[in-house]
């Protein structure tokens, strides 16, 4: 399986660039529409709100492959720190309880001490490979916010310049947050919705309706229209 790259930047961004070509897209179909002495004022409400639901479909999808790309970098960057207990989903009952049981013990002592305590106690597992206690220092830290730990320990055994900052930035993006907030809300906003595709909602059921043509009642509940 292909490793997730780091997002680039929204102006090198494949999806980014899809959402700005379909507003492109739809302003200047949209405008040959309307300027199209060959049809009807129907017709070009037909077409142009046609148009305008594809508009929003390709940038509803392409930020949604953005947030899947985003999300699968994240769930990338944090599988590198192990954390948790670790134990593979094909091991045995008997050996799961093992390796639970060494996991539940090294939480034990890693709650009951201080974040110097727990420094030494990650230092210790690194010379000796403990496993389980390398764990649970790293969960703890990562629970509760201990941002040096983590940072230090990644420093050291992650080729990923900047992994706390690139893993905070995608958190807060997923969320809705963060420095790139405002090239999100530029690029997968939708265009506003034209006249013209209100107007087709309005007359869409009724083929002798015309945009802005209200109809008039002659009986109780039927409506005609004039065709305009």
Known sequence: MAIPQPLPHANEDAYHLAARASKATFTDAAQAVRENPNISGRAKAEQIAALYDAHIRETAQAYQRLTDRC???LEYLEGLVPVGPGIPADTSPADRAVLMTAFRAAWDTVKDTDRDGRARLLAE???FDDDAMRRAVLTFALDNAETPTIRGWTALHLDQKGYLDEVG???EALAGRGIDRAWDMQDFKPLPKPQEAYDWR????????????????VSPGVIQYGGR
């Open 169 to 171: 930035g995608l958190r």
């Open 202 to 217: 309005l007359i869409a059921d009724n083929p002798n309706a015309q945009p802005g043509d209200t109809g008039r009642m």
């Open 71 to 73: 999300r699968a970098r």
């Open 125 to 127: 597992a690194e010379r």
